[in-house]
């Protein structure tokens, strides 16, 4: 018997492996924020190239009902709110293009402070 995991859906432990990963990467971008390593326009570009990673994008979706429970005034919450811009910019940009090229995903999103 397989234990239950944390999504809504069966996830192949392969899938859920990359999971992790992605995991890492978004958590690492939180933690260099909140030690200041990084402030909010290196955060954002950073979140820019994480987010055109196919397999981030659907991680990102698998993990929605996570972010529901967060405080709507946490840095968390204000996070997955940049990150969630960032990944439907970048799925309109994939959808207007003919071939799904994302040439000019380092233009996305509106900068902290703009």
């Not at 992790?20 to 954002?44: G, K, P, S």
Request: glycine residues 6%; hydrophobic residues 35%; contains cysteine.
């Amino acid at each position: 018997m397989r234990p239950r995991d944390t999504y809504e859906r069966e996830i192949p432990p392969e899938k859920q492996r990359q999971y992790l990963f992605a995991n890492a990467l978004y958590v690492n971008a939180l933690y260099f924020r909140r030690i200041d390593a990084l402030n909010l326009v290196e955060l954002h570009g950073h979140l820019r190239v994480i987010c055109r990673n196919r397999i981030f994008r659907v991680y990102w979706a698998a993990t929605q009902p996570h972010r529901e429970s967060l405080p709507d005034s946490s840095e968390e919450a204000a996070l997955g709110r940049t990150t969630e811009g960032l990944v439907q910019e970048l799925h309109n940009l994939a959808d207007n293009t003919d071939d799904g090229d994302l040439q000019e995903w380092w233009v996305l999103g509106q900068l902290p402070g703009e």
